[in-house]
Each structure stands twice: as structure tokens, then as C-alpha cells.
């Protein structure tokens, strides 16, 4: 595969840098603040970890299409007038699994690595940090509220960064307007203690089996509950380790327009995850719309990166072509 197939970049350095599991996260979970700091000059890299694994753009799906996403990438960096680098590895629908894999994958608070491609992102996103952040840039990466599986693997290469000042970690959207999710997501790190609520399963089979046909819905409320339940009471057993140096809750209220804009242009992704209106739904805290992210100590990582990795990481990033 080759690698960083598809980037523009029109700064030699930038102040921010947002680590999106996939196409459309940032803007997603960030967008407000991405809005925000480019109203202050601020320049914005936007770096994407997963597609299709491939050197072409084939794919099918409203997931997959990786030709439309692409474009709905484009068009969404440039209404946020910022830029963008695509890393593109193989993300969960397209690369082999094997048994192991799907255990882990079903068990929120489960570490998935380290592995090799864990290592080559450390090593990438080192290098990325070496080549393009000003001294003082922000990197962000997901906290993995949800417990998407390619969000929990890039949260884990950020939790071996954790302790160091630049790094921030964005909460997930559209998982984190799920109250549920982010209560389970800030317990399974240590952040928040253990809440069981009655309406919490009722919260979360809703956002999962929201696009279930309606004769499916006793079978899957029947299926998320049995694995919330049972997930639950294991997180109680298992708290994390990790404490908050700092909490950041932005309000994007006066941005949100242009939010929802860059947000609409991921037609696909929009349509599946938003069918009514999108501010209906998005996190609010004292009736204005927010963003939050966290500065974390105390995450355990043994991921690591390699200077010969990294070495050859910056070598590859100065082939790149300048927009």
C-alpha cells in the first residue's frame, strides 16, 4: 500500500493536529472547535487514519464507498478551510479478524494491542508531530466513547503520548450525545464512578439498532441489554487508572451553523447516523452545545515508537507534494 496517498497541505507547520479514526470524526466531534481556532488564524491538520487498505478508492456501502468519502472529506476540509492527510489503513470492515480479534472487539474496556500496526501509527504520527506541529501544537486523539474498535486502537497510540502536555483527547461524537456511552466510556478509564441507570439500555440499544427494521427490536433490546448488563458489571471490577489534568468544555454555539454545514457535507455518513435534525441531538450542557476533550495522566501503555520507524516515517513525509 502506498503509503500517505492522498493529502493537501498548505503549511509547513500547524497548530493543531486532530488524530479521526475515519473520515468524518473530527469534523464530527471537533468541528466547533476546528471552526473556532481557524477564526483565530489558528492552521488545522486533520490526519485519518483508516480507509480501505488499498491503492485504489473501490469500495461499496455507505461505510465503504471510499471514492464518495473522499470527496465528502474534501468538501468538508474545505468548507472548514483546513488540511487534511490521509494515512489509510485497512479499517474494521475491510481487514482480517480473526477470533481473537472479535473477542476482544465485543469487550468495551479490552486493550487491543500493542501490534504492529499500533506501532507503525505511534511511529507515524511521531513523525507527523516532528515534521508539521509549531512547538506548542495541540494533538488530538478519541477517547473511543463508543467503543468503536478502530477508536479504541488509535486511542491506545495516544495514550502512549498521554503524558505529554500537547496531547488532548477529543470525546466521540456521534457516540458521546449518548449519555449512556460516555458514562460507560468515563468509568471504564477512571474519570467518573459506575452509573447504572434504568434508562441507560434503553439509550443505548437506540443509538446501536436505530436503523433496525421494528420486528427486529425485542430481539436486539433483548441482545444489547444482556451485553450491557453484563460488560457493566465486569467495568465495576476493572476501574481504570487514569485521572483528568485538565477538562475542556467548549461551547461551539456561535459556530454551530458552520458545524452542522461541514457535518452535512459527509452526505453518507450523515443520513445513517442523523435521519431527523442533526443540533437535536448533538451534546448540550446548560442549554448550549458543546465540545469536550481531556488531558489525561495515568493511562498504561507499553506502545512505544521506534526511532528507526519514525526515522523512516519523516523520510516518507518529505516526498509529499505541497499544495
Same mark, same amino acid.
Given at each position: ?116 500496526? !499500533?506501532?507503525? @501509527?505511534?511511529? $507515524?504520527?511521531? +513523525?507527523?508531530? &516532528? ?5 506548542? /501544537? #495541540? ?76 420486528? !427486529?427490536?425485542? @430481539?436486539?433490546? $433483548?441482545?444489547? +441489554?444482556?451485553? &450491557? ?5 465486569? /467495568? #465495576? ?76 516515517? !519523516?523520510?516518507? @513525509?518529505?516526498?509529499?507534494?505541497? +499544495?
Amino acid at each position: 500500500m502506498k503509503p500517505y496517498p492522498w493529502s493537501r497541505l498548505r503549511s509547513a507547520r500547524y497548530d493543531e493536529l486532530y488524530v479521526s479514526p475515519h473520515m468524518d470524526d473530527a469534523v464530527y466531534s471537533c468541528g466547533g472547535r476546528i471552526a473556532q481556532r481557524r477564526a483565530e488564524g489558528a492552521r488545522i491538520l486533520v490526519v485519518t487514519v483508516f480507509g480501505n487498505g488499498r491503492d485504489d478508492d473501490q469500495g461499496s456501502g455507505v461505510f465503504g464507498d471510499i471514492a464518495t468519502r473522499k470527496r465528502e472529506e474534501r468538501a468538508a476540509m474545505d468548507l472548514l478551510d483546513v488540511d487534511h492527510l490521509l494515512l489509510n489503513h485497512a479499517d474494521l470492515l475491510v481487514r482480517p479478524k480473526r477470533a481473537a480479534d472479535w473477542a476482544r472487539y465485543v469487550i468495551p474496556f479490552a486493550e487491543l494491542g500493542p501490534n504492529a500496526f !499500533q506501532q507503525q @501509527l505511534a511511529a $507515524s504520527i511521531a +513523525a507527523i508531530r &516532528w515534521r508539521f506541529a509549531t512547538p506548542n /501544537a #495541540r494533538v488530538f486523539f478519541p477517547l473511543a466513547v463508543g467503543a468503536h474498535p478502530d477508536h479504541r486502537l488509535v486511542f491506545e497510540v495516544g495514550a502512549a503520548f498521554a503524558e505529554e502536555a500537547f496531547v488532548w483527547f477529543y470525546e466521540d461524537v456521534p457516540y458521546a450525545q449518548v449519555r449512556a456511552l460516555r458514562d460507560d466510556r468515563l468509568h471504564q478509564l477512571g474519570l467518573a464512578p459506575p452509573a447504572l441507570r434504568l434508562g441507560a439500555i434503553g439509550e443505548t440499544h437506540g443509538f446501536v439498532m436505530a436503523q433496525a427494521p421494528r420486528w !427486529q427490536l425485542p @430481539l436486539t433490546f $433483548s441482545a444489547v +441489554a444482556g451485553h &450491557w448488563l453484563t460488560m457493566h458489571a465486569a /467495568a #465495576r471490577l476493572r476501574r481504570g487508572t487514569a485521572t483528568a489534568r485538565a477538562k475542556d468544555v467548549r461551547d461551539i454555539s456561535d459556530v454551530l451553523e458552520r458545524k452542522l454545514a461541514a457535518m452535512r457535507a459527509y452526505a453518507t455518513q450523515t443520513a445513517f447516523f442523523y435521519p431527523g435534525a442533526i443540533e437535536a441531538k448533538l451534546p448540550r450542557e446548560g442549554g448550549r452545545y458543546v465540545e469536550r476533550s481531556w488531558q489525561l495522566s495515568g493511562l498504561t501503555s507499553s506502545l512505544a515508537p521506534d526511532a528507526l520507524s519514525v526515522q523512516r516515517e !519523516q523520510a516518507l @513525509l518529505e516526498q509529499l507534494p505541497r +499544495a
